[in-house]
């Protein structure tokens, strides 16, 4: 039994193994892109609004209240990175519930990738807020001696929001596998819908965290203690 | 559980990629189409706004029109009342002035009147009281009432020498005329007065039962009455002559 798809390689181009993580995110983002450009083809500003647009400006207006409450300012670009994880973590986890797909969430390298790109997203975001300066200042905060402290909690936060998401995915994964042999057909079921339910929650706990993270970065000094508190 | 860094890679890759691809199908197109809603939405209240103000600038400006209207209006008003007023007042004193020259005109006419009928009623008075003497003289006249009369007019007769000189004139015979027959001595001493006036004239006595009472001389046409009717007559006429000379004094005054 394989526990990530990483290993399991569907073609190759150039030599370049392409395996089924990589190849799952390509249809996740085709579905993503494909459904985007197909609900939004008809949706210009002139155009008088109807039932899909309302809802459609609902929701990435919900998203922004939910950033803006986080961060206390205007989301910005920061709505679009958000919104991504958000979409392809829950895209994936629901697509799970598909027979012969494996979620790319549930390979480590995946959550890894995620993580990594909060990471780098993180000093972009306070850089491009406070400026280089002022942000490798915060990690001198509140004494120089804090970082070491410092540089280990931003690293640990990476890990930890890969290991937590990459747990909760393939968890679910493998116990669908182990139930399927146990006992086929009801607790299978009955793993799926949990696992639709535990896959929206992780892709929302995820979004919310990585908002977190790049909040505190961007957040003024005063709020920055509190941020961290926080997390 | 191992982590493959190839996969890492393209798995940042690949979300760099979705990244780029849901901001160009997805973000973009919503959160212009919210941009340009509240855009729209914003220049909406902003022209509602300024209609709102254009609207309360024109009702401030019909409520001062509407003032203005009002004190104009109440000015005519006012004016109008006056000028009914000052109406009403000249044709009040203008009524005032023809009634009281109408009762001006009728108090004079009725003084006239008045006068008029105090006039007539005084002269009817006087009239009926000659009538009423006439009447009860005529009733109580007899040959001794007409004998004084006759021996009245002897008495008067020098007095009145030079007129009856004129009648007896030219020889002329002189008529005596009364209502009954005079004594003999009355006629003797009628005839010898008369002769003392008139010495060659010749008297005849007649009587005439439907003259009055008195005596009358006749000398042709021409003739001289002492009766009972001429001097109610003379009296009849000098109490209307006194009567309107009277009344002539109070018109007058």
């Known amino acids: 039994m394989e526990l990530t798809p990483d290993a399991i390689v569907i073609f190759s181009i150039w030599g370049i193994p392409i395996n089924a993580t990589i190849f799952n995110t390509w249809i996740v983002m085709a579905v993503l892109t494909g459904l985007s450009a197909l609900i939004t083809r008809n949706l210009r500003p002139s155009a008088p609004p109807n039932r899909w647009r309302t809802t459609l400006?609902?929701?990435?207006?919900?998203?922004?209240?939910?950033?803006?409450?986080?961060?206390?300012?205007?989301?910005?670009?920061?709505v679009h990175f958000v919104s991504t994880l958000f979409l392809f973590i829950a895209t994936c986890n629901l697509l799970e519930v598909v027979?012969?797909?494996?979620?790319?969430?549930?390979?480590?390298?995946?959550?890894?990738?995620?993580?990594?790109?909060?990471?780098?997203?993180?000093?972009?975001?306070?850089?491009?807020?406070?400026?280089?300066?002022?942000y490798l200042k915060t990690y001198l905060k509140p004494s120089p001696i804090m970082l070491p402290f410092n540089i280990i909690g931003e690293i640990s936060r990476g890990v930890s929001l890969a290991i937590r998401l990459y747990g909760n995915i393939m968890s679910g994964a493998v116990i669908a596998v182990i139930l399927l042999s146990v006992a086929p057909f009801f607790f299978p079921v009955l793993m799926d819908l949990l696992g639709l339910l535990t896959g929206l929650i992780q892709a929302y706990i995820f979004a919310i965290l990585a908002t977190v993270y790049i909040s505190a970065a961007i957040a003024d000094s005063g709020e920055t203690q509190n941020e961290k508190e926080q997390t | 559980m191992s982590i493959d860094w190839l996969t890492?890679?393209?798995?940042?890759?690949?979300?760099?990629?979705?990244?780029?691809?849901?901001k160009r199908?997805?973000?973009?197109?919503?959160?212009?189409?919210?941009?340009?809603?509240e855009q729209e939405i914003s220049d909406r209240m902003s022209e509602a706004h300024r209609l709102m103000e254009d609207a309360r600038a024109t009702i401030s400006a019909y409520e001062a029109k509407l003032s203005e209207l009002e004190n104009s209006q109440a000015?005519?008003?006012?004016?109008?009342?006056?000028?009914?007023?000052?109406?009403?007042?000249?044709?009040?004193?203008?009524?005032?002035?023809?009634?009281?020259?109408e009762r001006s005109d009728f108090?004079?006419?009725?003084?006239?009147?008045?006068?008029?009928?105090?006039?007539?009623?005084?002269?009817?008075?006087?009239?009926?009281?000659?009538?009423?003497?006439?009447?009860?003289?005529?009733?109580?006249?007899?040959?001794?009432?007409?004998?004084?009369?006759?021996?009245?007019?002897?008495?008067?007769?020098?007095?009145m020498a030079d007129e009856i000189r004129r009648l007896v004139r030219?020889?002329?015979?002189?008529?005596?005329?009364?209502?009954?027959?005079?004594?003999?001595?009355?006629?003797?001493?009628?005839?010898?007065?008369?002769?003392?006036?008139a010495p060659d004239v010749q008297c005849i006595f007649d009587?005439?039962?439907?003259?009055?009472?008195?005596?009358?001389?006749?000398?042709?046409?021409?003739?001289?009455?002492?009766?009972?009717?001429?001097?109610?007559?003379?009296?009849?006429?000098?109490?209307?002559?006194?009567?309107?000379?009277?009344?002539?004094?109070?018109?007058?005054?």
């Open chain 2, 170 to 197: 030219d020889d002329r015979p002189v008529t005596i005329t009364t209502h009954a027959a005079l004594t003999d001595d009355l006629k003797r001493k009628i005839a010898d007065d008369l002769q003392k006036l």
């Open chain 2, 75 to 101: 000015r005519m008003a006012e004016d109008l009342r006056r000028e009914a007023v000052r109406e009403r007042d000249a044709l009040i004193a203008e009524a005032r002035h023809r009634i009281d020259r």
């Open chain 2, 107 to 159: 108090e004079s006419h009725l003084m006239v009147e008045k006068e008029r009928f105090i006039r007539q009623l005084s002269e009817t008075g006087a009239r009926v009281l000659v009538h009423l003497t006439r009447k009860v003289l005529s009733d109580l006249a007899n040959e001794t009432l007409e004998e004084r009369i006759a021996a009245q007019a002897v008495k008067r007769l020098e007095p």
């Open chain 2, 25 to 37: 199908f997805l973000y973009r197109p919503i959160l212009d189409g919210i941009d340009a809603r």
């Open chain 1, 57 to 78: 400006e609902v929701i990435v207006q919900g998203i922004q209240h939910q950033i803006e409450e986080i961060t206390r300012r205007p989301p910005g670009s920061l």
């Open chain 1, 99 to 134: 027979p012969g797909f494996d979620a790319p969430t549930a390979s480590l390298s995946t959550t890894t990738a995620l993580a990594l790109s909060v990471l780098i997203a993180v000093p972009m975001f306070g850089i491009s807020r406070r400026g280089l300066r002022g």
């Open chain 2, 8 to 22: 890492v890679a393209a798995q940042i890759a690949n979300f760099l990629v979705l990244l780029w691809l849901l």
């Open chain 2, 207 to 253: 009587v005439d039962p439907n003259q009055s009472i008195g005596l009358v001389l006749r000398a042709g046409a021409t003739s001289i009455e002492w009766t009972l009717e001429s001097y109610l007559s003379e009296l009849e006429a000098m109490m209307i002559e006194n009567l309107r000379q009277a009344q002539a004094g109070k018109t007058v005054q």
